[in-house]
Nanobody
């Protein structure tokens, strides 16, 4: 069973940057697609960015041009570089496998990102 541990969240001012990390346990990390999701209070969990094992990326319209997903298979880690942060980016951010366009696997605890002045 693969487990994910997210880190790197925090409080940042509008226009600032953060880099989130997601460490995966288990084997086979390099063979599957990964994605970042986020959930704001009272809202559903939404896809933020996805990255296939072959390096293809997909971004939600609300983060295009500001966020970048990447991975280091040697470290079993996926990253989310977030620039030009806005207050509406405030949410708990989660990572997970992505299979057939849907999250696949158990959710971790996530990491809180708060954008506020």
């Amino acid at each position: 069973q693969v487990r994910f541990v997210e880190s790197g969240g925090g409080l940042v001012q509008p226009g600032g940057s953060l880099r989130l990390s997601c460490a995966a346990s288990g084997s086979g990390f390099g063979t599957y697609a990964m994605a970042w999701y986020r959930q704001a209070p009272g809202k559903q969990r939404d896809l933020v960015a996805a990255l296939t094992s072959g390096g293809n990326t997909n971004y939600a319209d609300f983060v295009k041009g500001r966020f970048t997903i990447s991975r280091d298979n040697a470290k079993n880690t996926v990253y989310l570089q977030m620039n030009s942060l806005k207050p509406e980016d405030t949410a708990v951010y989660y990572c997970n496998r992505r299979l057939a366009g849907k999250p696949y696997g158990d959710w971790g605890k996530g990491t809180q990102v708060t954008v506020s002045s």
